[in-house]
Each structure stands twice: as C-alpha cells, then as structure tokens.
C-alpha cells in the first residue's frame, strides 16, 4: 500500500465540506482566523507557539496516492473530487503574530486567506498545531517568570501524552524560557540543550549508593550530577563529600546534586550545608519531582538554596488547563465578511489586525482589535509569513525566538506576571470592526 500523508491528519467533515465547495464550484478566496475565546483560570495572558510546524505543513501539503487510495476505498468522495485533492496544494497567504507574542482572548494570532477548499481542510491540523504548542508556552512561561531567573529544565517526555507532544512540548517551553530539555530527539531536531543525571534503578542495580556515584562520575566526567535521595538524602550527600576528593584526583569534578522527592527546601538547606562544608560550595542543587509554577514559586519564596529546577509533568500536559478554548472561523468569503453570532460564541466579522499599545513605563498598556486595513497608534501584532503557499522569509532560529519571547515577557506589567489572576488587560473593538459587525448583522 501507498505511504499515507499528513493530509489525512484531519476532521473527515473537513473533506466532505471540501467535496461540497468543489461540487459547487466555491473556490474563491476565505480567510480564517485562529484565536482562543478566553483565558483558563488563574491565567492572564497566552504565548503564541506553533507557527513554524504550521508553516511547515502547509508547505509541503499534498495528498498522497496511498491517501487518494484509501479515501476512495470509503466510497464517499467522488472522481472528481479525488482528482481536486490529488491535484490540491497550498496556495495561499498566512499573516500571524511572531511565536513567543503574548496575546489575549479573541485576538487572532494567524490568519489564512486561501481558496475556500484549501482552507477548510487544513483547518483541523492547523488548530492541533497551534493549540498544543501555545498552551504548553503559556503554561512553561509562568514556571519562567516564577522562577525568577533561575534555569529550568524541561523532564516531560516520559508522561507526555505521546512522543510528538513530548517533542513540541519541548520546543515550546525552551522557546518561553526554559534552559533546556531532557529530551534527546527535541535537542537534535531542534537544536536545544539537553541536560540528564541518572535514575535511581541506577543507584539501585549497585550494591554501594558510593560505587555508583564513582561509576556515573567516571563515565560522563564532564558533567557530573549525582542524584542522591534514593535511600537516604542527607546520607548521600555525605558520601558525595566523601568521594569528591577521589574524583578530583581524576580530574572529575562534582558539578551538581539532585533532590527528587520529600520536602525539597528542607532538603537543599541541609544538603547545602554538607557540600559547603566538605569544600564543595561550587558545588549546584537541581530539584525535580512533579514541580509546577506554584511549587516553583514557593520554593523560591522560602530563599531554599536550590540553583536549577526541572519541570516535567504538569508543565508538558499543562495539567491544569490541558486545553484552550479556541477557534478557527470563516471571517469572509469571497470579499463577503462573515460572521457567527452563536450565544456564546459570536465573532468579529472580516480580516483583522491587533494593535499594540505601551505604557510610559515600557509595559503593556492596552490591544486593540480592528479591521485589517485599519491603522492605528501602536504596533501592529500580526505580519506576513506566507505568500502563495511559500514562506515571505527565513523563519528565525529558535534562540531568535526565544529571545523575542523573553522580551515580550518582560513588557509584561507586575499585575500580568502573578499566578493568581489579575484584572482583565485591555483589548479593545475598534470602532470599524463594531462598524462592519453591525453591517454584517443588518444583512444576514
């Protein structure tokens, strides 16, 4: 059988839709956005993530035989729309925010406009992409900004919930500020640091807790980081003391020590103590052990003498808000804006473009929502990134990314940054587009 592709990774009524338009012959321009419709609790702001993978999939978009093949084994599409999908590419335009942009409910952070068909069907995976990534960001961010300049480690992989969430998961925390990952895959594919220690089964296949500490130390020299709670923390940590003079005359030095587990303040203060006074106070401490922002927080708030923090579970299924409320809908159809007035999850009609205002401090001050040809004071948020189905330029590196993220964190106002919530930030409706949703509302 023919390899499947991608173009299968989608909704089935996003190609039955497509069957219809074609059937009809509607394939005049659409625009779609994608936005989220409000914040999970305890949040104040989102982190757009995912544009690249987006930008990728739309590139190399295509149905392939194995595709065409089975989807005719269903016995729902016709030959001729078999012939559309295997002739189907993507053609067409893609304005967005920049990943790493803090953004806010109903704000579009991408827009497609493309024939109709095309853009219907790259819907579903277009949401899956942008969805994932944007809230594993704002999640990973507020470990960021609780951390409060401390390096954190991405440990998520093993309990992602499958190994491309594990991947991404790692992309989009590094790009919100995280140091690293331990994710081997995510460092080579994209380019971010991994870091690793070792695991009690290793302690626990040796007979003496000091043999394998020299064992770890002898094969990895360069970074030695000894994980010390598997029987006794404070015990472990006078055996490093012990050993670290061995060691050094090997040219081996002890770099860190990990806690994994009890009460990680208590620990770090007592193990701290120890490897100050046996001559190791270059000596780092590395938690771990189901960590989320609050924890995070906590620790630091009680000055306990821990260097790194490595943030796994919660942050790479964002466990406590494991979705985003969001959206990708029809805003206009062959120059003719749309709009959904659902109660409850009504649009704005039309092409969009946000606009950004600052305080005299530097800081966030206030959005604005408006019609895309529209020019107002600020910065506008969104930019093209893609024309006739190619990319408008290079997309930037990942350490350009998560440089910009961390300036755009850092416009954040002292409210924003919290982990509780804040008083709702300032996105405003232009008077256009309120114009232009009373115009659509008088015609439909």
């Given at each position: 059988m023919n390899a499947l592709s991608e173009a299968l990774l989608t909704d089935l009524y996003e190609l039955t839709m497509a069957q219809a338009y074609l059937a009809r012959d509607m394939t005049g321009d659409a625009v779609f956005e994608f936005f989220v419709r409000k914040l999970p609790a305890r949040r104040n702001f989102?982190?757009?993530?995912?544009?690249?993978?987006?930008?990728?999939?739309?590139?190399?978009?295509?149905?392939?035989e194995g595709d065409i093949d089975w989807l005719a084994n269903t016995g729902t599409f016709t030959p001729a729309t078999l012939n559309a999908f295997r002739a189907m590419r993507f053609t067409g335009d893609v304005h967005a925010m920049p990943e790493g942009t803090l953004f806010f409910p109903h704000e579009p952070i991408l827009r497609i406009t493309?024939?109709?068909?095309?853009?219907?069907?790259v819907e579903t995976r277009v949401m899956n992409l942008l969805n994932f990534q944007t809230m594993v960001a704002s999640k990973a961010c507020r470990s960021v900004l609780a951390a409060d300049g401390k390096p954190l480690i991405d440990f998520g992989l093993r309990r992602s919930h499958g190994g491309e969430a594990g991947l991404l998961?790692?992309?989009?925390?590094?790009?919100?500020?995280?140091?690293?990952?331990?994710?081997v895959l995510a460092g080579a594919r994209f380019a971010i640091p991994t870091y690793g220690t070792m695991a009690h089964s290793f302690v626990q296949a040796h007979l003496d807790e000091t043999e394998a500490f020299l064992h770890i130390a002898?094969?990895?020299p360069r970074n030695v980081v000894l994980l010390i709670d598997t029987y006794d923390t404070e015990a472990a940590a006078e055996k490093v003391v012990a050993l670290a003079p061995r060691l050094k005359s090997q040219g081996i030095a002890v770099h860190g020590v990990r806690l994994d587990s009890g009460d990680l303040a208590d620990h770090?203060?007592?193990?701290?103590?120890?490897l100050d006074r046996g001559g190791l106070a270059e000596t780092t401490i590395l938690a771990s052990g189901n960590l989320d922002e609050d924890r995070v927080e906590a620790l630091v708030g009680s000055e306990a003498p821990i260097d790194r923090f490595a943030v796994g579970t919660a942050m790479t299924t964002s466990a406590d808000a494991p979705y985003l409320d969001c959206a990708y809908k029809l805003q206009d159809y062959a120059g003719r804006p749309c709009r959904k007035r659902s109660e409850g999850k009504a649009t704005?009609?039309?092409?969009?473009?946000?606009?950004?205002?600052?305080g005299p401090d530097g800081r966030l001050g206030g959005d604005t929502i408006t019609v895309a040809n529209e020019t107002l004071p600020g910065r506008p948020l969104l930019r093209q990134?893609?024309?006739r189905g190619h990319r408008s330029a290079s997309s930037p590196s990942i350490q350009e990314i998560r440089d910009y993220a961390q300036a755009a964190l850092a416009e954040l106002p002292d409210a924003l940054r919290r982990l509780d919530r804040a008083a709702p930030y300032d996105v405003r409706i232009a008077e256009a587009l309120e114009q232009l949703a009373q115009q659509v509302d008088r015609n439909t």
């Amino acid at each position: 059988m023919n390899a499947l592709s991608e173009a299968l990774l989608t909704d089935l009524y996003e190609l039955t839709m497509a069957q219809a338009y074609l059937a009809r012959d509607m394939t005049g321009d659409a625009v779609f956005e994608f936005f989220v419709r409000k914040l999970p609790a305890r949040r104040n702001f989102f982190m757009a993530a995912g544009l690249d993978q987006v930008l990728s999939y739309l590139e190399t978009f295509h149905f392939s035989e194995g595709d065409i093949d089975w989807l005719a084994n269903t016995g729902t599409f016709t030959p001729a729309t078999l012939n559309a999908f295997r002739a189907m590419r993507f053609t067409g335009d893609v304005h967005a925010m920049p990943e790493g942009t803090l953004f806010f409910p109903h704000e579009p952070i991408l827009r497609i406009t493309a024939p109709l068909p095309q853009a219907q069907v790259v819907e579903t995976r277009v949401m899956n992409l942008l969805n994932f990534q944007t809230m594993v960001a704002s999640k990973a961010c507020r470990s960021v900004l609780a951390a409060d300049g401390k390096p954190l480690i991405d440990f998520g992989l093993r309990r992602s919930h499958g190994g491309e969430a594990g991947l991404l998961a790692a992309r989009a925390s590094y790009l919100a500020g995280f140091a690293g990952t331990s994710n081997v895959l995510a460092g080579a594919r994209f380019a971010i640091p991994t870091y690793g220690t070792m695991a009690h089964s290793f302690v626990q296949a040796h007979l003496d807790e000091t043999e394998a500490f020299l064992h770890i130390a002898q094969a990895h020299p360069r970074n030695v980081v000894l994980l010390i709670d598997t029987y006794d923390t404070e015990a472990a940590a006078e055996k490093v003391v012990a050993l670290a003079p061995r060691l050094k005359s090997q040219g081996i030095a002890v770099h860190g020590v990990r806690l994994d587990s009890g009460d990680l303040a208590d620990h770090a203060r007592k193990v701290r103590q120890i490897l100050d006074r046996g001559g190791l106070a270059e000596t780092t401490i590395l938690a771990s052990g189901n960590l989320d922002e609050d924890r995070v927080e906590a620790l630091v708030g009680s000055e306990a003498p821990i260097d790194r923090f490595a943030v796994g579970t919660a942050m790479t299924t964002s466990a406590d808000a494991p979705y985003l409320d969001c959206a990708y809908k029809l805003q206009d159809y062959a120059g003719r804006p749309c709009r959904k007035r659902s109660e409850g999850k009504a649009t704005w009609p039309g092409s969009k473009q946000v606009y950004r205002r600052l305080g005299p401090d530097g800081r966030l001050g206030g959005d604005t929502i408006t019609v895309a040809n529209e020019t107002l004071p600020g910065r506008p948020l969104l930019r093209q990134v893609m024309q006739r189905g190619h990319r408008s330029a290079s997309s930037p590196s990942i350490q350009e990314i998560r440089d910009y993220a961390q300036a755009a964190l850092a416009e954040l106002p002292d409210a924003l940054r919290r982990l509780d919530r804040a008083a709702p930030y300032d996105v405003r409706i232009a008077e256009a587009l309120e114009q232009l949703a009373q115009q659509v509302d008088r015609n439909t």
